[in-house]
């Protein structure tokens, strides 16, 4: 059951990466665009939207580019988390049934959850002592 979680859990942390880091490779285009525009005001020697519309367009674009990555990987990372850990917890409940299902078959007895040696040694712990006293 582990090896099965383990090999379900391959690549979400290239997603949790990627969801996480993104955003901050759009922050780093955003400043790169904007020196390129105080760069270029200051070779124009102006101020003018014509000399900075250009470093201003290309850190809007890395922004935005930064944010259509990392929406879609936390949006995949978090769906494939949930089904994992929904799967996990079906598994585990399954096969404590199996489990209480063999032990509650195998005794013969039908009393559920003791097995032969359990009820053996308490037989022989309790016949040939006394209670304890203080």
Do not use: C, H
């Not at 690549?11 to 969801?19: I, R």
């Not at 955003?23 to 000399?51: D, E, K, Q, Y």
């Not at 988390?81 to 209480?100: F, H, P, R």
């Not at 039908?110 to 009820?119: D, H, I, P, V």
């Amino acid at each position: 059951m582990l090896m099965t979680i383990t090999d379900l859990k391959r690549g979400l942390g290239v997603l949790a990466t990627v969801g996480a880091t993104a955003p901050f490779v759009g922050l780093l285009g955003t400043t790169m665009g904007i020196v390129n525009s105080f760069a270029a005001m200051a070779a124009s020697g102006s101020g003018g939207l014509a000399s900075i519309s250009s470093g201003v367009s290309e850190a809007l674009i890395t922004t935005a580019f930064g944010l259509i990555v990392a929406i879609p990987a936390v949006w995949l990372f978090n769906y494939f988390q949930i089904k994992i850990d929904n799967l996990t917890a079906e598994m585990t409940y399954t096969s404590k049934e199996m489990i209480d299902y063999m032990i509650k078959n195998i005794t013969g007895t039908g009393e559920f959850g003791r097995s032969r040696f359990t009820r053996e040694f308490n037989t022989t712990a309790t016949a040939g002592s006394a209670p304890i006293s203080q």
